[in-house]
């Protein structure tokens, strides 16, 4: 991933964030706990030909790339949090290997890490590093990498840090990104985030062409995970600016799905790119919360 100097002057400071409560989410608390959009990414390497313009006040952004100069643009929150983020627009990358990620992005300090999951690229993208295995959220497969950056620019000066990415296997262009499954996934890998500093819906390249125009909100909702290790580990080479991965033990696979077929209480059980359940077990209904999540309860 991008580790220029633009990571450098960035002083966002973070503060520790409550841990979701497991209870039904209305729609009205989707309205109260929305978060407004309050932080623009926009590192743009000298002599990138890249063209970025951001509306935060709408949460939308567009940008157009033709480029062998490294940029990081995107969206976001001054402070991270696991609650889901909710995106839609498109994104398409005509040339180049990888050509562009689009991706949540973020870090934390206390462990420092920098994070990353990808939800749609160009083609041929390998992290690099150590892969540590896969887990199935928000209607696809991730597969989670982890690599250490040594002597590398970051939110706190030339540092030494862990990369963690989740990389998803049917990419989209619109849905929603359920954190909290993200970082359980990580945890149960051995990959411990520290305190929250910015958090991004970011788009991302290094070299080759594309576009994207997106739109982004935040707000309140949990999906299901099952959560597998890795068979074996996949060191690779990357360029420097997007390197990544590591390894440890994995948890066992876990699923809130009965026996019977239906979801579980807290369970998802609907939404837009959802192939799981889509009914309940006894005595718990589906309660449609928005269009991309449905919860039993």
Known sequence: MGKSSFILALGAVAR???APVAEPVAVTDLVKRAQSVNYNQNYIAGGANVQYSPNQNAGSFSVNWNTNGDFVVGLGYQTGDSDPITYSGSFSVSS???????????WTTNPLVEYYVVENQGKGYNPGGSQKGT????????????HQQTNQPSIQGTSTFQQYISIRQSARSSGTVTLANHFSAWSGFGMKLGTQNFQVLAVESWQGAGSASLKLSKG?????????????????????????????????????????????QWGQCGGS?????TSCVSPYTCHVLNPYYSQCY
């Not at 050509?99 to 973020?106: A, D, R, T």
């Not at 600016?241 to 026996?259: C, E, H, K, M």
């Not at 790119?273 to 359940?277: D, Q």
């Open 16 to 18: 520790v964030m409550a």
């Open 96 to 106: 180049g290997t990888p050509g562009g990620l689009l991706s949540i992005y973020g």
């Open 220 to 264: 309140a909702a949990a999906a299901t995970t099952t959560t597998k290790a890795a068979t074996t580990a996949a060191p690779t080479s990357k360029p420097a600016s997007t390197s990544a991965a590591g390894s440890t033990s994995a948890p066992a696979a876990t699923t809130t799905a009965s026996s019977s077929g239906g979801s579980a």
């Open 135 to 146: 887990f199935t959220t928000d209607g696809s497969s991730y597969v989670v990498w982890q």
């Open 273 to 277: 790119g959802w192939s799981g359940p």
